[in-house]
């Protein structure tokens, strides 16, 4: 499984969990990987860095998502599918050290495709305020 493919894997999945309440993060990994026929081990690997590592630095990454959107906006206004992407980039580019470049392109890429019209601008946008800062 490519890199790219895996990542998307990763997000269906983090979107996936912001919808559920009460949720067992490994037992739904296996789940996931299950229902979705993940056997290729260094997906795996990868999806569970991404799940395990943006829940953990849940807060400091809302935090940084709030730093860097508009003065008047909440968190609580951006869209679940973008908070979702928001939160798959700044934790692959701040805690993975990836490359921004790879990370944001990537990511502005399952914006055109999952979010709204505006969810490529906004993504982008936010990712760039966050590279800005130099974290």
């Known amino acids: 499984m490519k890199r790219s493919e895996a990542r998307e ?14 949720k067992d993060i490994e037992e739904q990994l296996e789940l996931f990987f ?13 999806i ?7 829940n953990k630095n ?19 206004r951006i869209s679940k599918i973008d908070l979702t992407l928001l939160k798959l980039g700044i934790y692959e580019i701040v805690y993975s050290k990836l490359p921004y470049k790879v990370v944001i ?8 495709k999952y979010g ?6 906004f993504v982008n946008g936010v990712l760039a305020g966050v590279i800005k800062k130099g974290i």
């Open 9 to 22: 894997q990763a997000f269906k999945l983090l979107y996936s969990l912001q919808l559920i309440e009460d």
């Open 34 to 46: 299950e229902e979705n026929n993940i056997v290729d081990k260094d997906a795996i690997d990868y």
């Open 48 to 54: 569970k860095d991404i799940i395990i590592g943006t």
């Open 58 to 76: 849940n807060s400091e990454i809302e935090k940084n998502i709030s730093e860097n959107i508009k003065v008047d906006w909440d968190i609580s």
């Open 105 to 112: 392109n990537e990511v502005v890429e399952l914006a055109k």
């Open 116 to 121: 709204d019209d505006k969810s490529k601008s």
